[in-house]
């Protein structure tokens, strides 16, 4: 089994409405040395499988069909065998 952890972000040339508006609320708060905040998703699950392939195969067909936009976001993605208890 292996643990994968999928981080989709918007593309740097698409607007962040989200991030824009944690930042102003940043300068509210007095950060002021804050800018270009973008938000993004974290995104932790579990493949079933022992074959390494499968599992990346799985882990990119998953981000590119459900976890992501691929007109608007990029994502990146780590796994890591781990022990079935």
Partial sequence: MYKATVIVKRRPTI??????????GAKLLGFNNISDTRIGKYIEFYVNSDNIDT?????????????????MEDYEYTFEKVEND
């Fill in 55 to 71: 599992v990346e195969k799985e882990i990119k067909e998953y981000a590119e069909k459900l976890l992501s936009n691929p007109i």
């Fill in 15 to 24: 607007l962040d409405p989200e991030g824009k508006a944690v930042e102003q």
